[in-house]
């Protein structure tokens, strides 16, 4: 049994027709859990969580918008999804404390009735504040001493870094007799590397990937449209996560969860 009052506070000041200021106070919490994973039953403490968010909306020109964000989150007992020696099963364990705080931009622009781009950026600080009794990092397989403290270490699936940009272009055309639009796009994204693993561990950490899509099609007056489309582009290889092989399965053994290779097609569509 367990009971928690939540909610949000957001203020925001038009200090023209073109910006908005506004800050945001939000308190929220994830219930008890209970470990089942084998083992004994072990209460998993409820998260409470403490966000601020300050920043700004505007349209400084026609066509164009420029979004700015800061934010400090603080979790209490965070909850964290792990593995732990001679357990094939993942288990939670709870950081006494984690702290997650950036800064976010993003804008787009209308260039005439053809050109549309938005580009984004973010910097996240992502650590444990407190965490004392921290499962092994892989490096540490059989030390003697079950726990180690990650205090301090990043949060996993972070990246300092992230970055995005893309576009469309569009023309008025007629296809098949049918008035409606050719257009054709992209995006770039990018992200700096990670942590993946509960524990940081130098095994562990996902290297920094970019990725492109592409598409180009034709859009109907009418309501249908019909695009040919590729994901990754240029087939860059990469990893979603690594992780270290349950418990049973061979000390220091890793694995990996591969990123989708190039991926291409063709989609229809009609709206009415």
């Not at 950036?102 to 996240?124: H, K, L, N, P, R």
């Not at 050719?182 to 996902?206: C, I």
């Not at 990754?232 to 990893?239: G, M, P, Q, R």
Request: charged content about 15%.
């Amino acid at each position: 049994d367990d009971t928690n009052l939540s909610g949000q506070l957001t203020v925001a000041f038009d200090a023209s027709d073109r910006i908005n200021y506004y800050a945001t106070y939000a308190k929220t919490f994830k219930t008890i859990g209970v470990n089942l994973g084998g083992g004994p039953a072990i209460e998993i403490p409820p998260e409470d969580v403490q966000h601020v968010e300050i920043g700004l909306k505007s349209t400084p020109f026609p066509g164009v918008t420029a979004n700015l964000t800061a934010y400090n989150t603080e979790i209490k007992d965070f909850q964290t999804q792990v593995l732990v020696p001679n357990n094939p099963r993942p288990v939670i364990a709870s950081a006494d404390e984690v702290r997650v705080r950036g800064v976010e931009f993003d804008g787009s622009a209308a260039i005439g009735d053809s050109v549309s781009v938005f580009a984004s950026v973010a910097y996240t600080d992502g650590e444990y504040v407190s965490f004392p009794n921290a499962p092994l990092p892989l490096e540490l397989t059989g030390q003697a001493q079950p726990f180690v403290d990650a205090s301090g270490g990043q949060l996993p699936g972070i990246s300092k870094w992230a970055a995005s940009a893309g576009g469309e272009y569009r023309i008025p055309v007629s296809f098949l007799g049918t008035a409606g639009e050719f257009f054709t796009g992209g995006e770039f994204s990018w992200r700096d590397d990670f942590s993946s693993s509960a524990t940081p561990s130098q095994f562990l950490n996902v290297d920094s990937y970019a990725l492109v899509n592409l598409r180009l099609g034709f859009r109907a007056d009418n309501g249908w449209s019909t695009q040919l489309w590729v994901r990754n582009a240029f087939d860059e290889e990469y990893f979603e996560l690594l992780q270290a092989a349950p418990g049973g399965q061979g000390a220091g053994h890793y694995g990996a969860q591969l990123g989708d290779p190039r991926t291409y097609g063709v989609t229809l569509r009609y709206a009415f």
